[in-house]
């Protein structure tokens, strides 16, 4: 078997910038990262497809796989990480600097490390016996489109029983999230002099109507929906953005608003879009062809597993620490399209994720390791 050490596995993908970002001067390729990983994957005899992304040059795929047939355990996660402030990092960020019982570094748990920590897991296991598979994906641009996790899902050529995605949980089982939308309202008015507002149409005066039909539908949502798995339990509105006009004495003629919801399961993004027209109906009939509303990225849907679900009451037992539900997005609800239970899992706290210092706790190792171990022995090991 090849020889494999967690630290010197983790310098070297933390090594690799693989930044995604929306704004190009930021965004970065995935491939060298992608292409380690199919290196790491290689040696422990799984059989690697590495496959590019449909219209987006230099974003990758990795799916290895280990054993035959459909079934078995996905362990998932990303290879991409967000982009940092230098003026804030007292680390070098690609560099992985060991201090105390940390190691720093941008992706050490958000969350290019959790690869490192499935070779761990795996490297000194006997895959001969393998009753079904096991297969490992790593995807693209999470941290922006999730264009990686929509085509695996788009796809559908694999069909796993189990789903572990290991995003920084404190090692808690995750077995449900909020979705994520972020939304855009432009109002277009007439400009104008000042002296005389009946001679154009003032886009800030309309948009403050709108922003008076949202913060009625923000009230709704919280008497009309209720999930108490949630901390906080409605679908929320946040009006997030405003821009417009460009002068006191000009009657304004555009005016933007960025605004998000968070989607709970049961209560989808389409379910809440036709909410928000609804709502902005009266104003919309008053002036026709005025609002325009677009997506700032497409919808990202709520996730939920069943609690009761052998996964998730796997999961429970070995760590120790019942599931919950969490607020944040991750790549879940496209891996639940699979077919499969599904349950977020994985070292380190969400706390210090798109934080400066970024950070593992190193207690984390041997609990992370030794619960990899067993999820891959009672989901793909014959007895």
């Known amino acids: 078997m090849a020889s494999f050490n ?40 799984f059989e690697v497809e590495i496959t590019e992304l449909p219209d987006l040059p230099g974003k990758f795929n990795l799916l290895a796989t280990k054993g035959q047939g459909d079934g078995g355990l996905l362990l998932a996660g990303h290879t991409d990480t967000v982009p940092f402030d230098p003026g804030r990092w007292n680390k070098d960020p690609f560099k992985l600097t060991e201090e105390g019982n940390r190691i720093y570094g941008l992706g050490t748990i958000d969350m290019k490390g959790f690869f490192a920590f499935i070779v761990e897991a795996l490297k000194d296991m006997d895959l001969s016996k393998l009753d079904k598979p096991i297969r490992i994906l790593a995807t693209a641009d999470e941290e922006t489109t999730m264009a990686g996790a929509r085509a695996i899902a788009s796809a559908m050529a694999i069909k796993p029983d189990y789903a572990v995605i290991g995003e920084p949980t404190g090692l808690v089982p995750v077995m449900m999230h909020k979705g994520h939308m972020s939304e855009a309202i432009r109002v277009t008015g007439k400009s104008g002099h000042s002296s005389d507002p009946a001679n154009g149409v003032n886009a800030l005066e309309i948009m403050n109507q709108v922003m008076g039909r949202l913060l009625d539908l923000q009230r709704q949502l919280k008497e009309k929906y209720a999930n108490p798995h949630f901390k906080v339990p409605q679908p929320t509105l946040n009006l997030g953005h405003i821009h417009g006009g460009d002068s006191p004495n000009r009657i304004c003629a555009c005016c933007e608003l960025h605004f998000d919801m968070r989607p709970i399961p049961g209560v989808g993004p389409d379910e809440l879009l036709g909410l928000l027209h609804h709502a902005l109906a009266p104003i919309k009939e008053q002036y026709p062809d005025a609002l325009e509303l677009t997506h700032l990225h497409e919808p990202i849907p709520p996730y939920g597993t069943d609690p009761d679900a052998e996964l998730v009451r796997a999961a429970a037992e070995l760590t120790g620490h019942p599931a919950e539900a969490v607020n944040y997005c991750t790549e879940a609800p496209f891996i639940n399209q699979l077919g499969c239970q599904t349950i977020v899992l994985g070292p380190g706290h969400i706390a210090q994720a798109h934080q400066p210092d970024e950070y593992l706790d190193l207690s984390f190792v041997q609990p992370t390791v030794a619960v990899l171990q067993r999820l891959v022995s009672r989901f793909c090991l014959s007895n």
């Open 6 to 45: 967690l630290l010197d596995m983790y310098r070297d993908i933390i090594a690799l910038p693989s930044i995604s970002s929306t704004d190009s001067s930021w965004d970065q390729s995935n491939e060298q990262v992608i292409r380690l990983l199919g290196d790491w994957f290689s040696q422990l005899g």
